[in-house]
């Protein structure tokens, strides 16, 4: 299974149509992977809070249509990464959509832990409540978002649910790029798991923004990692290696804690 992560550069100059068409060309440009990432709130930015309430949009809005069209014209099943999105009571979420190789959307997650210690989208936003698994035919996908990726229990009850593999759309700031990669790595190992964790370039309302997306496999072996600036990572993925490494070393299996049922998104 071969995926793209391309790593977007979002400059505040540009506008969100134009960054729009720029990402739905990568995407094309990606004919002949199975999956490709793009990272979080990559639209409008995901510090430039400001802008929130003018960008909102519906899961099936501007982003969703151009990035459907791209889908399928690239035949590829496409994590759009997340758009800020305004649901019908007026509730703001940060909602993740996951796009068929027709341009069907085939899954939606609203992120469960919002970043800001009561400031910024942890404030303007709602907060998510139902844990999201997609099958691929190749695998099946656990979503989550960012800031998710420091709460282990969220991935363990996503892997409860059948995940083989996460995929993290994130705008994670450089000045913590250390814990970024700690993290991706850590979430791997402990559920062994393939982690496909895409983030952003540039700089997001004044905060210079990571870069360094990265995929790492069930053993916590990194596969392959992007520089700072805009680029796209695109890895193989063996498939049967999530089912070999916990056959091999059966740690999930000897779990004594944590064994509630899982909730399904």
């Known amino acids: 299974m071969r995926a793209s992560l391309i790593q977007i550069a979002v400059d505040p100059d540009e506008s969100v149509d134009s960054r729009r068409r720029r990402a739905a060309s990568l995407v094309r440009e990606q004919h002949g992977a199975d999956l490709v990432v793009l990272p979080e709130l990559w639209p409008v930015g995901a510090f430039a809070y400001q802008s929130f309430e003018d960008e909102a949009e519906s899961p099936a809005g501007p982003t969703y249509e151009a990035m459907a069209k791209a889908a399928s014209d690239a035949g590829v099943w496409l994590h759009a990464g997340s758009v800020v999105e305004r649901d019908p009571d007026g509730t703001l979420y940060n909602t993740s959509l996951v796009l068929s190789p027709t341009g069907e959307l ?136 999530v089912l070999t490494t916990r056959e091999q070393f059966p740690v999930l299996k000897d779990r004594m804690l944590g064994l509630a049922a899982p909730r399904r998104g």
């Not at 698994?133 to 989550?144: D, I, R, V």
């Not at 952003?200 to 923004?209: K, L, Y």
Request: glycine residues 12%; contains cysteine; hydrophobic residues 45%.
């Open 106 to 241: 085939a899954a939606t997650y609203r992120k469960i832990h919002r970043f800001g210690f009561d400031q910024g989208e942890a404030v303007m936003m709602g907060a998510g409540e139902s844990l999201v698994t997609l099958a691929l035919p190749e695998l099946t996908l656990g979503l989550a978002t960012c800031y998710d990726l420091r709460f282990p229990e969220l991935f363990r009850g996503l892997v409860d649910a059948g995940a083989q593999a996460f995929v993290v759309p994130a705008g994670w700031p450089a000045r913590r790029r250390e814990h970024w990669t700690l993290l991706a790595r850590a979430r791997a190992v402990e559920n062994q798991a393939y982690v496909l964790a895409c983030g952003t370039a540039g700089t997001h309302a004044g905060v210079e923004q990571a870069g360094h997306s990265i995929v790492v496999d069930p053993w916590g072996e990194v596969l392959a990692e992007a520089g700072p600036g805009e680029e796209v990572l695109s890895v193989e993925l063996d498939v049967t290696k």
